[in-house]
């Protein structure tokens, strides 16, 4: 007799309460994988290539343990930051997460609430489902934009205006993904764009026909980079914008200090999620080399594989100002729209706070490098739920 066996054909809509069952911000990861249709699943989840540095994201967290301090006087602790020239609440940030109507009919105006209720920075994307104005609207003060620059200026200076009218408080340019092969977790998955998930941001101008390489010649170089950012660029924009402008997807020192002295307000030290170029070393893993090439004046963001209190605090004892969260945004608004994303945040800002409190850190001024030392492979007990990550990150 042949098994049952049931294939999701459609995402189950999101809740308007918190379900049951989840104790840390990482459980919607693995709530939302019972939620989220399998190919979009897979394109939301996947890295490139063969998922090497998406795996290595991860890695680098667990490669580290953190030394718990007796005794240390907290009553007075919190974890309150500056990061540029914004006082903020906490250093957990929202990151720049295209195509959000995937997961939830409202989009990135759901997550814009969620930052709001809890004073969190989110990040809107060029990408995003709703405009930039719709987020603004919903966000609270604290608002950035993230920029892809567009083909022709005239796209880019528009997008820039709109984003300066509409209160954003910081530029992010990325520069990590002038190419992107698509994820081949998607593709065997069959993904394809819903057509209601167009940018919402660009329906303004009509697109730019990409330049087609001569016969011949590489689809790589003469086609996809020849339109892509350069130095030239970046000074360009900087005249152009009078918001501070932060470049996200910073993997090398000598980028760092170059972006540094050519005029970025601060870096987002970032492999795009492990999207990017697969083989890429973890963002962790490469931070203290960024954080000591620049020095301590320099404002530094940290992004991929953040998926917990514990990993924000890593992050920030390596040398991070604040940490920015990528698909666990996701997963929340696919469980519970914007209640899902202010619970989120809510949990990784307690686990943020224990973890302090119990390594003896009052500020985050006091968390440092010296809390942190190598961790002992651990051999995993069969937790239902740590096996089956594997297939997701
Ligand atoms: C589905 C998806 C869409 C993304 N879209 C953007 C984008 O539009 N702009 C951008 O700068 N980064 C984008 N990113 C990268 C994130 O900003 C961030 O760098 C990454 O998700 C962090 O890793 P994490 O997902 O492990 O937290 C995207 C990531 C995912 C998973």
């Not at 999701?8 to 049951?20: A, D, G, L, Y």
């Not at 307000?265 to 973890?282: C, E, F, K, M």
């Not at 320099?298 to 890593?314: H, V």
């Amino acid at each position: 007799m042949p098994g049952f066996f049931f294939v999701m054909s459609e995402s189950v809509p999101p809740q308007t309460s918190i379900p049951p069952g989840i104790h840390c911000a990482r459980d919607y990861e693995l709530l939302a994988r019972g939620r989220i249709v399998a190919p979009t699943l897979a394109y939301i989840a996947g890295g490139s290539g063969e998922d090497r540095t998406l795996a290595a994201n991860r890695a680098a967290f667990d490669a580290w343990a953190i030394h718990p301090r007796l005794l240390r006087e907290l009553g007075q602790g919190h974890v309150r930051t500056r990061v540029g020239d914004e006082e903020w609440s906490h250093p957990l940030m929202l990151a720049p997460v295209a195509f959000q109507r995937l997961v939830h009919p409202a989009a990135e105006t759901e997550s814009a609430r969620a930052a709001a209720a809890t004073d969190t920075c989110i990040v809107a994307s060029t990408l995003s489902s709703a405009s930039l104005e719709d987020i603004a609207r919903a966000a609270g003060p604290r608002r950035w934009f993230q920029l892809y620059l567009q083909p022709g200026r005239e796209a880019t200076l528009d997008l820039l205006h709109r984003a300066e009218a509409a209160g954003y408080g910081a530029i992010v340019l990325t520069l990590d993904a002038a190419i992107q092969l698509p994820s081949r977790r998607a593709l065997r998955a069959g993904f394809r764009m819903p057509a209601d998930c167009t940018p919402a941001n660009l329906c303004t101008h009509a697109p730019v026909a990409m330049p087609v390489p001569p016969a011949g010649a590489s689809r790589i170089f003469q086609g996809a980079m020849a339109a892509a950012p350069t130095w030239a660029d970046l000074d360009w924009l900087l005249q152009h914008t009078r918001l501070p402008v932060w470049v996200k997807g910073v993997l090398h020192p000598d980028d760092a200090v170059a972006l540094r002295d050519r005029g970025a307000a601060g870096l987002v030290v970032s492999n795009h999620g492990g999207r990017g170029l697969d083989g890429a070393p973890a963002s962790l893993q490469v931070l203290p080399a960024i954080r000591a090439a620049v020095g301590d004046a320099c404002p530094l963001l940290l992004d991929g594989g953040i998926r917990s209190g514990t990993d924000a605090f890593k992050a920030i004892a390596l040398g991070a100002d604040a940490v920015l969260v990528g698909r666990l945004q996701v997963y929340a608004l696919a469980v519970a729209g914007a209640l899902g994303v202010a619970h989120m945040i809510r949990l990784l800002h307690e686990e943020l706070e224990a973890c302090m409190a119990q390594a003896g850190c009052a500020t985050l001024a006091d968390v440092r490098r010296a809390h942190l030392g190598p961790a002992l492979p651990v051999t995993r007990h069969a937790r239902t739920d740590e096996d089956t990550d594997a297939d997701l990150d």
